[in-house]
């Protein structure tokens, strides 16, 4: 289908869905999730597709937060639902089921970062800068950014960038677990697509599965948690890709995966 707000580059094994805004720094409007739930939904259900890199166009961001105009207009009752709308699109590309690598150039801010922390990985480019600068708005990070920031880098780096607004810098970012690796502009796509290959060429059942195990063991208890880990292993255990890995092992050659 035709998009207004995003654009979709499919390239088996992998897609890559740029967020096309770059006039308003690609800010994350209402249509524009629209856009991205209807996408990733369909990307989710390609099995062409193994991996999903995720960038914004243009050099100055990957999206810097959500639409102000919007925010602004907001009437009380509509703002949970402004809330729940965005955390509800963030949490399916989060468990789509395929890994979603964001690709960070220049800003990541408000609601463009917490559309970063939702993705599997995420790769910065040196001039990129991240923060949550929701409270001088006279707000908080609505689409999931409290939870996952502090899940992801600690209780007191995230109270840091969420209590004080600030920008952090790609180096700084790194230092404290936010984005995982730092590159310079011109390597960031090359090396997201270069580690996409290295997940992809990976049986595709079993990746979900690993991101599954990942995602619902976080909330659970530990003895749960390896309960989980166990059923989905036995799981993968009577499908025909794992007779594939372990006869291509035995007989020294490249698996040649069927999903199922």
Known sequence: MEFAQIRIDSRPPLAVVTLDRPKVLNALSAATL????????SLAEDPAIRVILLTGAGDRAFAAGADIRELAALAPSEAEAFSLRG???LR?????????????????????????????????AEDAHLGQPEVKLGII??????????????RAAALRLLLTGVQIDAKTA????LVDEVVSAAELLPRAEALAHEIAVNAPLAVAATL??????????????????????ARLSATADMAEGTAAFLEKRVPVWQGR
């Open 92 to 124: 399916f590309i989060e468990t789509c089921g395929k890994p979603i690598i964001a690709c960070i150039r220049g800003f990541a801010l408000g609601g463009g970062c917490e559309l970063a922390l939702a993705c599997t990985l995420r790769l910065a």
């Open 87 to 89: 955390q509800a699109v």
């Open 212 to 233: 599954c195990a990942v995602d619902e063991g976080l909330d659970l208890p530990l003895a749960a948690a390896f309960a989980r880990e166990a059923a989905l292993f």
């Open 174 to 177: 790194l230092r404290i677990g």
């Open 34 to 41: 629209d856009e991205l739930a209807i996408a990733f939904r």
């Open 141 to 154: 990070a609505g689409y999931g950014g409290t939870q996952r920031l502090a899940r992801l880098v600690g």
